[in-house]
Each structure stands twice: as C-alpha cells, then as structure tokens.
C-alpha cells in the first residue's frame, strides 16, 4: 500500500541520515583524539624548553614537573585511544 511504502521510506531516510551523523561523530571523535594527544606533546615540548632555559634550581625544578606530567599525559592518551581501536 501507497502509506506503508511511504512509512517505511521515512523510517529509513530517519535511520540513513541517524547513520551520517554517527559517522561524522566518530570521525570528529578520531581527529578529537590525536588533536589532544599533539597538545599535550605540545606542552611537554614547550616545558622542555622552558627546563634547559632554566636558571634557578625551583625554576628547573618547576619546569621539570610539567615536562613529566604532560608526557605523562601524552603516554596515557595514546595507551586508551589505542585500546579503543584507535592509532594516532
């Protein structure tokens, strides 16, 4: 019949364009994963820096902490996007 065609014609174009936007979704999400992973390779770079340009021993001291801590961060990032099915 002309309405259930119809019916099921609408629930797919529904269900198709659910699909698209999951798609878009995930891709965001991916590109999402590496982004945060090179910010924090970022801050680590820049820490880096900031502890060899150091003076002062509470300075290098400082700047040694945010190197660990964002390369910490960088290693755990790239731990769970993996188990996730993800590879940066």
Known sequence: STHSDLVYRVNWLKAKARWSRWEEELTLVRHEMGWTINWFKYHQKEWNRRWQQAT?????????????????????????????????
Not at 73 to 87: L, P, T
Request: overall charge positive; charged content about 15%.
């Open 56 to 88: 002062r021993p509470g300075h290098q001291a400082f700047a040694y902490q945010q190197v660990m801590m964002w390369g910490r961060f960088a290693q755990e990032a790239e731990k769970v996007f993996n188990q996730c099915g993800f590879v940066p």
